[in-house]
Protein backbone atom coordinates (compact mmCIF):
# COMPACT_ATOMS: atom_id res chain seq x y z
CA UNK A 1 0.00 0.00 0.00
CA UNK A 2 1.62 3.34 -1.04
CA UNK A 3 2.10 6.03 1.36
CA UNK A 4 4.22 3.75 3.40
CA UNK A 5 0.85 1.76 5.03
CA UNK A 6 0.59 -1.92 4.94
CA UNK A 7 -0.11 -4.98 7.07
CA UNK A 8 3.42 -4.59 8.82
CA UNK A 9 2.98 -1.14 9.65
CA UNK A 10 2.38 -1.91 13.13
CA UNK A 11 5.38 -3.08 13.60
CA UNK A 12 8.83 -2.26 14.64
CA UNK A 13 12.27 -3.66 13.37
CA UNK A 14 15.42 -4.49 15.33
CA UNK A 15 14.10 -6.39 17.78
CA UNK A 16 12.18 -3.34 19.46
CA UNK A 17 9.45 -3.19 20.77
CA UNK A 18 6.07 -3.35 19.28
CA UNK A 19 4.17 0.57 18.53
CA UNK A 20 1.48 -0.77 20.65
CA UNK A 21 3.67 -1.36 23.40
CA UNK A 22 4.54 2.34 23.35
CA UNK A 23 1.35 3.75 23.19
CA UNK A 24 -0.23 1.05 25.84
CA UNK A 25 2.37 3.11 28.48
CA UNK A 26 1.27 6.33 26.88
CA UNK A 27 -2.67 5.02 27.70
CA UNK A 28 -1.67 4.28 30.83
CA UNK A 29 -0.22 7.46 31.88
CA UNK A 30 -3.02 9.40 30.69
CA UNK A 31 -5.65 7.25 32.65
CA UNK A 32 -3.49 7.70 35.72
CA UNK A 33 -3.62 11.41 35.57
CA UNK A 34 -7.45 11.59 34.39
CA UNK A 35 -7.93 9.41 37.75
CA UNK A 36 -5.69 11.58 39.48
CA UNK A 37 -8.28 14.48 38.49
CA UNK A 38 -11.26 12.34 39.98
CA UNK A 39 -12.70 11.98 35.97
CA UNK A 40 -14.43 9.42 34.65
CA UNK A 41 -14.02 8.86 30.75
CA UNK A 42 -17.64 10.27 29.74
CA UNK A 43 -16.69 13.54 32.02
CA UNK A 44 -13.08 14.02 30.52
CA UNK A 45 -13.90 13.32 26.84
CA UNK A 46 -15.76 16.45 26.06
CA UNK A 47 -13.38 18.82 27.90
CA UNK A 48 -10.44 17.51 25.51
CA UNK A 49 -13.64 17.75 22.76
CA UNK A 50 -12.90 13.93 21.17
CA UNK A 51 -15.41 11.15 21.32
CA UNK A 52 -16.02 8.60 24.10
CA UNK A 53 -14.76 5.96 21.66
CA UNK A 54 -11.19 7.92 20.50
CA UNK A 55 -10.44 8.52 24.87
CA UNK A 56 -11.40 4.91 25.24
CA UNK A 57 -9.05 3.82 22.03
CA UNK A 58 -6.06 6.19 23.48
CA UNK A 59 -6.04 4.76 26.99
CA UNK A 60 -6.19 1.52 25.33
CA UNK A 61 -3.04 1.96 23.60
CA UNK A 62 -5.04 1.19 20.45
CA UNK A 63 -4.90 4.63 18.70
CA UNK A 64 -1.85 7.59 18.43
CA UNK A 65 -3.24 10.47 20.27
CA UNK A 66 -3.33 13.48 17.69
CA UNK A 67 -1.47 16.27 19.14
CA UNK A 68 -4.52 18.39 19.90
CA UNK A 69 -5.52 15.88 22.29
CA UNK A 70 -2.35 15.99 23.71
CA UNK A 71 -2.28 19.35 24.39
CA UNK A 72 -5.98 19.61 25.88
CA UNK A 73 -5.14 16.67 28.18
CA UNK A 74 -2.08 18.48 29.15
CA UNK A 75 -3.99 21.48 30.04
CA UNK A 76 -7.08 19.46 31.80
CA UNK A 77 -5.31 17.08 33.71
CA UNK A 78 -2.41 19.53 34.83
CA UNK A 79 -0.05 16.99 34.01
CA UNK A 80 3.03 18.69 34.53
CA UNK A 81 4.11 18.66 30.83
CA UNK A 82 4.11 14.61 31.69
CA UNK A 83 1.98 14.11 28.85
CA UNK A 84 3.91 16.40 26.21
CA UNK A 85 7.21 14.41 27.02
CA UNK A 86 5.73 11.02 26.94
CA UNK A 87 3.96 11.89 23.30
CA UNK A 88 7.51 13.21 21.65
CA UNK A 89 8.47 9.21 22.53
CA UNK A 90 5.84 8.23 20.36
CA UNK A 91 8.13 6.99 17.19
CA UNK A 92 6.65 4.13 16.27
CA UNK A 93 3.05 5.05 14.74
CA UNK A 94 0.75 2.11 14.26
CA UNK A 95 -0.26 2.66 10.03
CA UNK A 96 3.29 3.66 9.43
CA UNK A 97 5.28 0.84 7.80
CA UNK A 98 9.01 0.72 9.35
CA UNK A 99 10.45 1.47 5.87
CA UNK A 100 8.49 4.63 5.73
CA UNK A 101 8.72 6.25 8.81
CA UNK A 102 12.48 7.85 8.27
CA UNK A 103 10.67 9.61 5.56
CA UNK A 104 7.37 10.61 7.33
CA UNK A 105 9.73 12.13 10.11
CA UNK A 106 11.71 14.74 7.09
CA UNK A 107 8.40 15.25 5.65
CA UNK A 108 7.11 16.44 8.41
CA UNK A 109 10.22 19.07 8.98
CA UNK A 110 10.56 19.70 5.13
CA UNK A 111 10.61 23.25 3.12
CA UNK A 112 9.79 21.70 -0.32
CA UNK A 113 7.72 18.64 -1.06
CA UNK A 114 7.33 17.40 -4.71
CA UNK A 115 5.02 13.74 -5.45
CA UNK A 116 4.34 12.38 -8.71
CA UNK A 117 1.89 9.54 -8.38
CA UNK A 118 0.25 7.22 -10.60
CA UNK A 119 -1.14 4.55 -8.62
CA UNK A 120 -3.58 6.25 -6.82
CA UNK A 121 -3.97 9.40 -4.76
CA UNK A 122 -1.01 10.65 -2.65
CA UNK A 123 -1.95 9.97 0.73
CA UNK A 124 -1.58 13.72 2.18
CA UNK A 125 -4.66 14.53 -0.93
CA UNK A 126 -6.97 11.36 -0.07
CA UNK A 127 -10.28 11.67 1.89
CA UNK A 128 -10.95 9.72 4.12
CA UNK A 129 -13.65 7.55 2.18
CA UNK A 130 -11.43 7.09 -0.19
CA UNK A 131 -8.14 5.91 1.94
CA UNK A 132 -10.81 3.68 3.93
CA UNK A 133 -11.96 2.31 0.89
CA UNK A 134 -8.28 1.36 -0.01
CA UNK A 135 -7.34 -0.13 3.86
CA UNK A 136 -10.70 -2.41 3.32
CA UNK A 137 -9.42 -3.47 -0.04
CA UNK A 138 -5.72 -4.37 1.30
CA UNK A 139 -4.38 -8.08 0.83
CA UNK A 140 -3.86 -9.88 3.03
CA UNK A 141 -7.44 -8.21 4.41
CA UNK A 142 -6.81 -6.03 7.63
CA UNK A 143 -8.67 -6.20 11.00
CA UNK A 144 -10.60 -2.82 12.07
CA UNK A 145 -8.15 -2.36 14.63
CA UNK A 146 -5.18 -1.97 11.98
CA UNK A 147 -7.53 0.25 9.71
CA UNK A 148 -8.21 2.45 12.05
CA UNK A 149 -4.75 3.05 13.04
CA UNK A 150 -3.73 3.25 9.29
CA UNK A 151 -5.99 5.88 8.76
CA UNK A 152 -5.38 7.81 11.88
CA UNK A 153 -1.62 8.02 10.77
CA UNK A 154 -2.79 9.14 7.58
CA UNK A 155 -4.82 11.98 8.86
CA UNK A 156 -2.05 13.05 11.05
CA UNK A 157 0.22 13.40 7.98
CA UNK A 158 -2.60 15.32 5.83
CA UNK A 159 -2.39 17.91 8.88
CA UNK A 160 1.18 19.02 7.32
CA UNK A 161 -0.52 20.70 4.65
CA UNK A 162 -2.29 23.03 6.61
CA UNK A 163 -0.44 23.64 9.26
CA UNK A 164 2.96 24.19 7.90
CA UNK A 165 1.95 27.07 5.43
CA UNK A 166 5.66 27.78 4.12
CA UNK A 167 6.26 24.61 3.30
CA UNK A 168 5.96 24.00 -1.03
CA UNK A 169 3.40 21.34 -1.59
CA UNK A 170 3.69 19.82 -5.28
CA UNK A 171 1.88 17.34 -6.75
CA UNK A 172 1.51 15.51 -10.30
CA UNK A 173 -0.93 13.29 -10.33
CA UNK A 174 -2.37 11.31 -13.46
CA UNK A 175 -5.76 12.05 -14.85
CA UNK A 176 -6.25 8.11 -14.70
CA UNK A 177 -6.46 8.28 -10.47
CA UNK A 178 -9.62 9.99 -11.04
CA UNK A 179 -11.09 7.95 -13.95
CA UNK A 180 -10.99 4.55 -12.28
CA UNK A 181 -13.67 5.69 -9.48
CA UNK A 182 -12.25 3.78 -6.50
CA UNK A 183 -14.79 3.41 -4.22
CA UNK A 184 -17.30 4.69 -6.85
CA UNK A 185 -18.96 7.84 -8.07
CA UNK A 186 -20.00 9.44 -4.52
CA UNK A 187 -16.50 9.05 -3.21
CA UNK A 188 -14.79 9.88 -6.43
CA UNK A 189 -17.04 13.37 -6.60
CA UNK A 190 -16.09 13.90 -2.87
CA UNK A 191 -12.10 12.95 -3.78
CA UNK A 192 -12.18 15.95 -6.49
CA UNK A 193 -14.03 18.40 -4.58
CA UNK A 194 -11.16 18.08 -1.72
CA UNK A 195 -8.27 18.21 -4.30
CA UNK A 196 -10.04 21.43 -5.86
CA UNK A 197 -10.05 22.61 -2.47
CA UNK A 198 -6.61 22.04 -1.13
CA UNK A 199 -5.44 23.78 -4.55
CA UNK A 200 -6.84 26.39 -3.20
CA UNK A 201 -4.42 26.89 -0.45
CA UNK A 202 -1.30 28.83 -1.90
CA UNK A 203 1.51 26.51 -0.70
CA UNK A 204 -0.28 23.24 -2.85
CA UNK A 205 0.35 23.19 -6.16
CA UNK A 206 -1.49 20.41 -8.48
CA UNK A 207 -1.33 19.57 -11.89
CA UNK A 208 -2.75 16.55 -14.03
CA UNK A 209 -1.07 14.52 -16.40
CA UNK A 210 -3.16 13.94 -19.40
CA UNK A 211 -4.24 10.72 -20.23
CA UNK A 212 -2.36 11.26 -23.66
CA UNK A 213 0.94 12.08 -23.42
CA UNK A 214 3.36 11.33 -26.09
CA UNK A 215 6.39 12.11 -24.22
CA UNK A 216 6.01 11.28 -20.29
CA UNK A 217 9.50 11.77 -18.09
CA UNK A 218 7.97 10.22 -15.27
CA UNK A 219 7.53 6.22 -17.12
CA UNK A 220 9.90 4.91 -14.45
CA UNK A 221 7.34 5.34 -11.66
CA UNK A 222 6.09 7.06 -9.00
CA UNK A 223 8.77 9.60 -6.83
CA UNK A 224 9.06 11.76 -3.69
CA UNK A 225 11.35 14.44 -3.60
CA UNK A 226 11.78 17.06 -0.42
CA UNK A 227 13.86 19.73 0.69
CA UNK A 228 15.30 20.19 4.18
CA UNK A 229 15.67 23.40 6.16
CA UNK A 230 19.09 23.18 5.68
CA UNK A 231 18.37 22.85 2.02
CA UNK A 232 19.15 18.97 1.57
CA UNK A 233 17.32 17.12 -0.90
CA UNK A 234 16.67 13.49 -0.86
CA UNK A 235 14.03 11.33 -2.92
CA UNK A 236 11.82 8.60 -2.33
CA UNK A 237 10.39 5.89 -3.83
CA UNK A 238 8.08 3.10 -3.21
CA UNK A 239 7.75 -0.75 -4.01
CA UNK A 240 4.82 -3.05 -3.09
CA UNK A 241 6.43 -4.26 0.43
CA UNK A 242 8.93 -2.09 0.43
CA UNK A 243 10.56 1.74 0.08
CA UNK A 244 13.59 3.11 -1.42
CA UNK A 245 14.99 5.78 0.67
CA UNK A 246 17.48 7.98 -1.29
CA UNK A 247 20.14 10.39 -0.69
CA UNK A 248 23.14 9.96 -3.13
CA UNK A 249 23.06 13.17 -4.76
CA UNK A 250 23.27 11.92 -8.21
CA UNK A 251 20.71 9.82 -7.87
CA UNK A 252 18.31 12.56 -6.24
CA UNK A 253 19.22 15.24 -9.10
CA UNK A 254 18.36 12.46 -11.83
CA UNK A 255 14.89 12.67 -10.03
CA UNK A 256 14.80 16.54 -9.83
CA UNK A 257 15.36 16.32 -13.69
CA UNK A 258 12.45 14.08 -13.91
CA UNK A 259 10.41 15.67 -11.91
CA UNK A 260 11.20 19.16 -13.57
CA UNK A 261 10.50 17.51 -17.14
CA UNK A 262 7.17 16.34 -15.70
CA UNK A 263 5.91 19.66 -14.81
CA UNK A 264 6.24 21.29 -18.45
CA UNK A 265 4.83 18.37 -19.54
CA UNK A 266 1.73 18.06 -17.50
CA UNK A 267 -1.34 20.24 -17.76
CA UNK A 268 -0.89 23.81 -16.55
CA UNK A 269 -1.78 25.00 -13.19
CA UNK A 270 -5.15 26.80 -14.21
CA UNK A 271 -5.58 23.93 -17.10
CA UNK A 272 -5.34 21.05 -14.50
CA UNK A 273 -8.42 22.68 -12.17
CA UNK A 274 -10.32 23.60 -15.15
CA UNK A 275 -9.89 19.68 -15.59
CA UNK A 276 -10.68 18.36 -12.43
CA UNK A 277 -14.02 20.85 -12.23
CA UNK A 278 -15.38 19.19 -15.46
CA UNK A 279 -14.64 15.62 -13.73
CA UNK A 280 -16.39 16.44 -11.03
CA UNK A 281 -19.46 17.39 -12.90
CA UNK A 282 -19.18 13.90 -15.01
CA UNK A 283 -18.52 12.18 -11.80
Known amino acids: MADGTGATGALTGGGEPEASDSLRTFGEVVKGFRKR ?3 TQ ?3 APRV ?5 TVASIEQGRRFP ?3 FVERAEEVLDAF ?3 RAAARRLSRQPGLASWFRQWARLESEAVSLQTYECRLIPGLLQTEAYARKLFVDQ ?3 LDDDQIEAQWMARAERQRLLRERPNTAFSFILEEQLFLRRTGGTEVTRELIEHVLELAELRNVEIQVMPMVRESHAGLHGPMRLLETPDNRWFGYCEGQESGQFMSNPKVVSTLQMRYARMRSQALSL ?5 LLQRMRGAA
Open 49 to 53: RYSLP
Open 139 to 141: LPP
Open 66 to 68: PAD
Open 81 to 83: GIL
Open 270 to 274: DDSLG
Open 37 to 39: AGL
Open 42 to 44: EEF
